[in-house]
């Protein structure tokens, strides 16, 4: 009998640890979800910043590009392979920045050494750079006659299917989900690039005959499928080789595919003797030596920035948001082409370019909605 409450008190007291244990339980869960929800605000907020920076990159580089690039055939050039080369040699810029990053990313890692994945190889590097690389060395050439031969408005217009390509490629590629509004977007955008195939901009800065004109047209149709298909292998190349999260993967994948590339279109340069007349092209340039080279060094600045953008809102979010942002620019190049070239704005073009916001818009609504419903369910969690 004398023991009955000593067995009650220690009952008593492992229901209060038992409690007090519980207490502790939900206070960490409360604690945990609350961290949760903080880094899930901080990372919003983080990636919503890298992806206003990698878009104002994509859309400044591009635009400046094209115009410079079409003030550089206006005013007395003429060699297709030049202007393909600019569009790729400006990676050695990046080099300081690309060591900068290496180094914080090697701190980085030395701090974050748990969740280590065996690297790719030498030679699969090796081998997905070098087939970007000539995917982009052929690319950018489809462009540059495509540029040639049409005026810089109904070129960027053009350039809008590169969103319906893409979309295909992903769609078997990265496993792409269509919704309504994003097939919405797919169809207006290749209507808006199609409507051109009927009107004749031989009234504009750029007089070329028919067969040129159809020829621009081919090659710039042929240029966004290529390009589509490169962005969407470089959404598959980060997510199923390099694996990795820093700033650093996205200047390999900018710097390496173009050192290929730069090298493929100094071969077809020399091969093809275009560079016996770039001294004479120099000197004939309309607006002087020194602007010819301004134009260039220029261009070639352009396109780099183009393709840190590029490639970087891939990394953060998907090849055909990354291609979405660029057909932003659809609206931007015509307009300045206006001002600054004088290209005729045709009805055929203004509806083109309505069609092209309309898909535009209902591209970004969509992916507002999946924003929405990431919120909705962190809020519940």
Not at 244 to 250: A, E, L, P, R, S
Not at 276 to 298: D, I, T
Request: glycine share 8%; hydrophobic share 45%; aromatic share 12%.
């Amino acid at each position: 009998m004398g023991e009955a409450p000593e067995i009650q008190l220690q009952i008593l007291v492992e229901e209060d640890k038992l409690d007090e244990n519980s207490v502790e339980q939900d206070q960490q869960t409360s604690e945990s979800i609350g961290q949760l929800k903080t880094i899930t605000r901080q990372r919003t907020y983080k990636w919503w910043l890298l992806m206003a920076i990698y878009t104002f990159f994509s859309l400044s580089g591009s635009s400046m590009a094209v115009l410079l690039g079409r003030l550089y055939y206006d005013k007395g050039g003429n060699s297709k392979w030049l202007a393909t080369f600019v569009q790729v040699a400006g990676f050695p810029i990046l080099i300081p920045l690309y060591y900068l990053s290496s180094y914080k990313s090697a701190n980085h890692s030395t701090t974050t050494s748990n969740s280590t994945t065996n690297p790719p190889s030498v030679l699969v590097l090796s081998g997905m750079y070098s087939g970007l690389g000539v995917l982009l060395a052929a690319d950018c050439l489809l462009y540059s006659v495509g540029l040639l031969y049409l005026p810089v408005s109904t070129y960027s217009l053009i350039c809008a299917s590169q969103l319906a390509f893409n979309a295909l490629f992903s769609l078997f590629l990265n496993s792409q989900k269509f919704t309504p509004f994003i097939i919405n977007s797919l169809v207006l955008l290749t209507i808006s690039s199609a409507l051109l195939i009927f009107q004749n901009d031989s009234s504009g800065s750029t007089q070329v005959s028919k067969g040129k004109y159809v020829i621009g047209f081919v090659c710039t149709v042929a240029a966004s499928a290529g390009y589509g298909l490169v962005l969407s292998l470089t959404q598959l190349c980060f997510g199923k080789i390099l694996k990795k999260q820093t700033f650093k993967v996205v200047l390999d994948m900018v710097i390496h595919p173009s050192l290929v590339a730069t090298l493929i279109i100094l071969v077809g340069l020399f091969a093809s003797g275009e560079w016996k007349s770039l001294g004479r092209e120099m000197e004939g340039f309309k607006l002087g030596k020194a602007s010819y080279v301004n134009v260039l060094v220029w261009i070639t600045i352009g396109w780099q920035v183009c393709w840190i953008g590029v490639v970087g809102l891939i990394f953060e979010a998907s090849s055909l948001f990354s291609n979405v942002i660029s057909t932003l620019g659809i609206p931007i190049v015509p307009v300045l082409a206006r001002v600054f070239f004088q290209d005729p704005m045709t009805g055929t073009k203004a509806i083109s370019m309505l069609l092209a916001i309309w898909g535009f818009v209902s591209f970004v609504y969509q992916h507002y909605l999946d924003e929405f419903r990431l919120n909705s369910g962190t809020r519940n969690v």
